[in-house]
T-cell receptor
């Protein structure tokens, strides 16, 4: 079956540090890949997505590139801010599975001054 | 435009009681999803509907859980009887076909 594996958190960084959150997946076919973010007390919201190999999704300074050869979709940001503190979820959508998403376990990011 | 609306936001109940969680999806969305979030198991898909019809309920943990979508603007998730291990945050989400999922703010359930 489909699965998503994320690095465990929490990840604690100083403001302006470089961020990488690793995500790898297992799926049949060619899934679409997503990063969602959850701020405290809120639901998840889409951060970025990529629908085919070598696509780069980007939003709010965050980027992730769909790497089919390594089945990865790592999230990066060059300079994090305190306001980026949240839980980040990697997810995939199986092209043959309706519109349902399979999520990773989430990685908590804490950014300190 | 209103997002996905869930109620109640918080529910505290005793073991054995019936719990009903409610969701109003975004108007025009034809997919509706129920997810459960716990520290131990992360975010799990319980069931999803397409055009009010349940498509995949393989994630529903057991017969104590049931979900309905009587019309395009309303869905319920019911737990009867509730148990302490059902304590979690339950999220409803809606989407258009192959579109972004929009999540509600969640219903935090505590079963004592």
């Amino acid at each position: 079956g489909n699965s998503v594996t994320q690095m465990e958190g929490p990840v604690t960084l100083s403001e302006e540090a470089f961020l990488t959150i690793n995500c790898t997946y297992t799926a049949t076919g060619y899934p679409s890949l997503f990063w969602y973010v959850q701020y405290p007390g809120e639901g998840l919201q889409l951060l970025l997505k990529a629908t085919k190999a070598d696509d780069k999704g980007s939003n709010k300074g965050f980027e992730a590139t769909y790497r089919k050869e390594t089945t990865s979709f790592h999230l990066e940001k060059g300079s994090v801010q305190v306001s980026d503190s949240a839980v980040y979820f990697c997810a995939l959508r199986d092209p043959g599975g309706g519109n349902k998403l399979t999520f990773g376990t989430g990685t908590q990011l804490k950014v300190e001054l | 435009d209103a997002g996905v609306i869930q109620s109640p936001r918080h529910e505290v109940t005793e073991m054995g009681q019936e719990v009903t969680l409610r969701c109003k999806p975004i108007s025009g969305h034809d997919y509706l999803f129920w997810y459960r979030q716990t520290m131990m198991r992360g975010l799990e898909l319980l069931i999803y509907f397409n055009n009010n019809v349940p498509i995949d309920d393989s994630g529903m943990p057991e017969d104590r859980f049931s979900a309905k979508m009587p019309n395009a603007s309303f869905s319920t998730l019911k737990i009867q009887p509730s148990e302490p291990r059902d304590s979690a945050v339950y999220f409803c989400a809606s989407s258009l076909i192959t579109g972004e999922l929009f999540f509600g703010e969640g219903s935090r359930l505590t079963v004592l």
